[in-house]
């Protein structure tokens, strides 16, 4: 990537910006000054940032280096669920190239491919990741410019979430031969947590004083955001847990199998199993649970703003995906509207 043809100019606004040639492209950028000998500062670090070289490191090496570094801030199933198949996707597309080769036509082309045997929702995570990863290059002075900006994510039809009624939700519970299993599938229906936080739950997690889920990470596990909350019991969390602690051989993992704790791979398999075995919508998994505790409160009642809480969803903009089933449940609101 080549940069010249630097200068400063003050726009209408008052703010100095820069304006270079990149790659035979005009681009400039704010330096978000209105004094001059401010501005020339921020040009004076501008071009010594451009003279500066950048590493010429590869997709492969910039892997190496990027999980390394992300290693304490994201959990290990992500990186082995979403950024390793991401970046490999990425490589067997574009190819191995040095990062600074990768252009807007990269990845474009890349979605364009992907969507050949994905779906919008599945190209659109990797993107979403992949112009993350970018960022960091950028930060890291691996790269100076990120491909992935000039781009955006493909269109993809909104897919409501797939939940389980009340009875649909008990006729799979009398299927569930192995008890340990039938009290997980209650839990996370009563619960809304993720998987994750289910099969990592230990009981010193757990107030029953209070009737409170302490929801944190730990050695062995890391939290979505990162962040501790706490989860209140129902009366029925309550009692089942309280049941489960004095009947429990003490294994510090509340829900186990033969003293150890589930895998992720054995619970989603068991409960997909026992969906098929009743009939209903094979597009149902055990993440469905958490939408199903979301849809249960949205048919009561329950504002959108409490559940984003209760699912601990970092913006209430993730939660509003729920809010179309409340359509019978506003008529009462809207009635309270009188003229009389």
């Known amino acids: 990537m080549t940069i010249k043809n630097i200068s400063l100019f003050k726009r209408y606004n008052g703010i100095y910006y820069i304006i270079y040639e990149s790659d035979g492209v005009t681009k400039w950028k704010s330096t978000k000054k209105k004094l001059k000998h401010e501005a020339l500062q921020v040009l004076t670090e501008f071009e010594q940032y451009c003279k500066k070289e950048v590493p010429k490191i590869t997709l492969g090496e910039f892997v190496n280096h990027f999980c390394s570094l992300q290693s304490n801030n994201l959990r290990k199933s992500t990186i082995e669920r979403i950024c390793l198949p991401a970046f490999k996707a990425f490589e067997r597309i574009c190819g191995d190239k040095p990062l600074s080769a990768y252009t807007f036509y990269d990845v474009e082309h890349f979605k364009a491919v992907r969507l050949q045997s994905c779906s919008p929702t599945t190209v659109n995570i990797a993107f979403r990741f992949l112009k993350g990863a970018f960022n960091s290059a950028v930060r890291w002075e691996f790269l100076r410019e990120n491909p992935f900006l000039k781009s955006s994510q493909v269109r993809a039809p909104q897919q409501l979430p ?105 619970v989603s398999k068991k409960f997909k199993r026992y969906i098929r075995q009743q009939g209903l919508n094979d597009g149902i998994h055990f993440h469905s649970l958490r939408h199903t505790f979301a849809t249960w409160l949205v048919k009561e009642g329950v504002s959108i703003y409490e559940i984003q809480k209760l699912l601990g969803h970092s913006s209430v903009k993730v939660t509003e995906v729920y809010s179309h089933l409340a359509g019978s449940e506003l008529h009462a609101t809207v009635n309270r509207i009188s003229l009389a």
């Open 162 to 266: 797939s939940y389980l009624t009340k009875e649909e939700f008990k006729q799979v519970l009398t299927r569930v031969i192995e008890p340990e299993l039938r009290d997980l599938f209650l839990f996370a229906a009563l619960t809304g947590m993720r998987m994750g936080e289910i099969i990592n739950l230990q009981w010193t997690h757990l107030n029953f004083a209070d009737r409170q889920i302490l929801i944190t990470s730990s050695d062995q596990f890391t939290t979505k955001t990162g962040k501790t909350r706490i989860v209140p019991m129902n009366t029925l969390v309550h009692s089942n847990l309280s049941h489960k602690l004095s009947s429990s051989q003490r294994c510090s993992y509340v829900f186990n199998r033969a003293g150890l704790p589930f895998t992720r791979e054995y």
